[in-house]
């Protein structure tokens, strides 16, 4: 069956770094893509990359904060999320599909989500 697996996440301080990473099986993907949702919020976009990396956009709320990286060999995705800010507080969502877009419908395939918690 196909999955996808999220790790990395946890608990840090404002200012601080977390790698998320997310382990996908059964299938590959031409996309991926990171959403996150924080409580009575909707799903938010956060960032999505093509298969070769050559197309990769990031959401303005984390625009050069983070970076979005894929290793096809070993069928993974990650988010480097630096400078974290306490609204960055969410569950984050690795999701697979075919296109780099910011609709969460376009992606056929999701993980379980890790929780993101920034202190303040």
């Known amino acids: 069956q196909v999955q996808l697996v999220e790790s990395g996440g946890g608990l840090v301080q404002a200012g601080g770094s977390l790698r998320l990473s997310c382990a996908a099986s059964?299938?590959?993907?031409?996309?991926y893509a990171w959403f996150r949702q924080a409580p009575g919020k909707e799903r938010e976009f956060v960032a999505a990359?093509?298969?070769?990396?050559?197309?990769?956009i990031y959401a303005d709320s984390v625009k050069g904060r983070c970076t979005i990286s894929r290793d096809n060999y070993k069928n993974t995705a990650n988010l480097q999320m630096n400078s974290l800010k306490p609204e960055d507080t969410a569950v984050y969502y690795c999701?697979?599909?075919?296109?780099?877009?910011?609709?969460?419908?376009?992606?056929?395939?999701w993980g379980q989500g890790v929780q993101v918690t920034v202190s303040s």
């Open positions: 990359i093509s298969w070769s990396g050559g197309r990769i």
């Open positions: 999701a697979g599909g075919s296109a780099v877009v910011v609709a969460p419908r376009s992606y056929t395939d």
């Open positions: 059964g299938r590959t993907f031409n996309s």
